[in-house]
């Protein structure tokens, strides 16, 4: 069946700290993969996406993350968090020829001034 | 990329009660997503709503349980019935960002039943 793991469930930081949140899926196929954040009271915001290419995919507000094939792994990263980066964030798989949306349970980043 | 508008933002009702959330695109789509959100977990779609047929629902979901509509390529909604305090959530809308991949998401509606 396929799913998605996110291993941390609870994350907390200092400013400046680097961030690797970890992404591991299971699904037999070719995948397109996500990940979104949350922001307190907002809605789900798509950060960044991989789709084929270059497997290091570049998003919005200094936020990267590896596609690694062999290790059915999308990990997301950032060099050096801000507070304004506390937030959830959900990674997601989907089939490359199927609609549907597996999100993982998602990480609660929480990022000290 | 397409801007999905939801509500209501949030409601409290009695269990027993229906309540009936929408979802309105500033463009057309083909496919529209719902999601559910339980307090503290992931998002599990719901089910798949396209226009002209009937939505395609996920394992452990059902139509009397929650009925969809899908008048037409803009709009949707989405009903809970019968609610119970088991489906206090947050129910979410999606759709398709296009040619761009991924999928964008209405701003959900947080569902309290007491």
Redesign the interface.
């Known amino acids: 069946a396929q799913s998605v793991s996110q291993h941390n469930h609870h994350v907390i930081l200092s400013e400046a700290a680097s961030l690797e949140l970890g992404c591991n899926y299971s699904y037999g196929g070719t995948v397109n993969l996500f990940w979104y954040v949350q922001y307190p009271g907002q809605h789900l915001q798509l950060l960044l996406k991989y789709f084929s290419g270059d497997p290091l995919v570049k998003g919005i507000k200094g936020f990267e993350a590896e596609f690694i094939k062999s290790k059915f792994s999308f990990n997301l990263r950032k060099p050096s968090v801000q507070w304004s980066d506390t937030a959830e964030y959900f990674c997601a798989v989907k089939g490359d020829s199927s609609y549907k949306l597996i999100f993982g349970s998602g990480t609660r980043l929480l990022v000290r001034p | 990329s397409a801007v999905i508008s939801q509500k209501p933002s949030r409601d409290i009702c009695q269990r027993g009660t229906s309540l009936t959330i929408q979802c309105q695109v500033d463009s057309q789509v083909t496919?529209m997503?719902w999601y559910r959100q339980q307090p503290g977990?992931?998002?599990?779609?719901i089910a798949?709503a396209n226009q002209g047929s009937e939505a395609t629902y996920e394992s452990g979901f059902v139509i009397d349980k929650f009925p969809i509509s899908r008048p037409n390529l803009t709009f949707s909604t989405l009903t809970v019935s019968n609610m119970s305090p088991e489906d206090s959530s947050i129910y979410?809308c999606?759709v398709?960002?296009g040619q761009g991949?991924?999928?964008?998401?209405?701003?959900?509606t947080r569902l309290t039943v007491v």
């Open positions: 496919m997503f977990q992931s998002l599990t779609l798949t979410l999606s398709p960002l991949g991924g999928y964008t998401f209405g701003s959900g």
